[in-house]
């Protein structure tokens, strides 16, 4: 590399996050409003540009604490954004993860020095965002169906549980299909990733339904 050839000039590194959430079996993103510009005004994901001193996710969990006050999100590296003209200041790469949370547990800050507001948006309810964020929602969404099939990356969504119907809701969101209620039964209990629990929950106005929990490592 040829540290003095302009080429290599005026190029910065983007940090960005699609925090994901489930609301009553809704699958939500959390976006903010930025005050500056570019794209003043508008919703964006959270994230931001590294500082030359920092390791990857050392600067995302800083974007994400400024711009929401979140501490400790669970981010899984997702992918590489890096068109040469996705930013219109400078060459700017994005490195996006996939971050979740548990909405009761978490409180967002709706004002912080860069961003006038934060708010969940439904999965289908995503406005046009800055930059090329809603690509970047878009491939967040094709790794979480790939992973739901394989992983149990949907543990920090219910940490006290969760009834099949709903769970069975967040299936059908993520995929973006109507799944058979017994077919799917079947298949997430064969899966050997779930146990039941003494407990029973309404969901959706309905009769009560055994609460299931997803197994722990030890177990």
């Known amino acids: ?68 006050g979140l501490k400790n999100v669970e981010v899984r590296l997702s992918s590489v954004f890096g068109k040469k003209d996705r930013s219109p200041v400078m060459r700017m790469v994005a490195i996006s993860y996939i971050g979740m949370v548990n909405i009761n547990e978490v409180k967002i800050l709706k004002d912080t020095l860069k961003t006038s507001n934060a708010a969940w948006f439904s999965i289908d309810d995503v406005p046009f965002l800055a930059y090329d964020h809603n690509d970047i929602i878009k491939d967040a969404m094709k790794k979480l169906k790939e992973s739901i099939l ?12 969760f009834t099949l119907p709903e769970l069975q809701k967040v299936y059908e969101c993520i995929l973006d299909e109507k799944l058979d209620r017994r077919n799917f039964r079947k298949k997430i209990l064969n899966t050997n990733q779930i146990v039941l629990t003494e407990e029973k929950q309404a969901f959706e106005g309905k009769k009560k339904a055994k609460i299931y929990r997803f197994k722990e490592e030890s177990e």
């Open 1 to 68: 590399m040829e540290i003095h050839n302009m080429k290599y000039k005026n190029q910065g590194i983007h940090v960005i996050a699609s925090i994901f959430t489930i609301e009553k079996g809704v699958l939500k993103i959390l976006l903010i409003k930025r005050k500056n510009e570019p794209f003043k005004n508008c919703w964006a994901l959270v994230g931001g540009a590294l500082y030359n001193d920092e390791d990857l996710e050392d600067g995302l969990n800083r974007e994400i604490y400024e711009k929401t």
């Open 150 to 161: 394989t992983t149990d990356i949907l543990k920090v969504f219910f940490p006290d549980g």
